[in-house]
């Protein structure tokens, strides 16, 4: 701010007569504590207590499904259904935080109604889905056709295109031809098994959603 002459004279002014008023005794009251047990003023609005989704629940400790830092969660549990999922404070690697995908593990499951009652989430897939070669939509196919058909094509490309050297006559025994992706959604000891899957078969092309 540009402080002019007649500007400075005035806030010097101000400043003076407010210390002389807090001298005299003409300072504003410190605000005290609202009480507890004052009837409410007409316009204040009076939150209810409402029932915890966890009150009755049992809690069964566990670890985050998602990654593999393996936070401990507490998952409240209500006639064999989770009702709720929280970090547990008493884990040493996350002592109760949980990251973003961690604290939405409850919605892996449910997700909840115009009523706000918990519903099992729709959008979760039950069933592998198989877009054909050129085909513009995906479709349910049974877990047996799917693991069948992934078998038999991933021995095929193998055995099609599996190189023992490379082009100096070097030893690789590789395979380009295949892509394996981990997943986020896989517990630690799953995806260790699928690197471990990935390498006896010589695929190089291999990746994982998370960053960590
Ligand atoms: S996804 Fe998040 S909460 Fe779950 S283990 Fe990984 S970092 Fe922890």
Request: contains cysteine; proline residues 6%; charged residues 30%.
């Amino acid at each position: 701010m540009k402080l002019s002459r007649r500007n400075f004279l005035w806030m010097s002014g101000a400043l003076v007569t407010a210390s002389l008023a807090a001298k005299l005794g003409c300072a504003p009251e410190e605000p005290t504590e609202p009480d507890p047990d004052a009837p409410p003023e007409d316009d204040e609005v009076v939150l209810e207590p409402v029932d915890l989704r966890v009150e009755y629940a049992d809690t069964v400790t566990q670890i985050c499904s998602i990654c593999g830092v393996g936070c401990g969660v507490l998952c409240y549990v209500e006639n064999g259904e989770i009702v709720a999922v929280d970090g547990d404070p008493d884990h040493p690697i996350n002592e109760g935080t949980l990251c973003s995908k961690g604290a939405a593990l409850y919605n892996m499951y449910y997700e909840y109604d115009e009523k706000g009652e918990p519903v099992v989430n729709k959008q979760r897939l039950t069933k592998p889905l198989y877009r054909a070669p050129n085909a513009t939509d995906w479709e349910e196919v049974d877990w047996d056709w799917a693991i069948e058909e992934i078998a038999k094509r991933t021995k095929e490309t193998r055995d099609e295109y599996f190189k023992e050297t490379n082009g100096n006559g070097e030893v690789v025994n590789r395979c380009e031809a295949l892509a394996w992706v981990g997943s986020a959604m896989c517990n630690s000891e799953e995806n260790y098994l699928f690197r471990k899957f990935v390498a006896a078969n010589g695929i190089v092309n291999n990746d994982h959603c998370a960053r960590l």
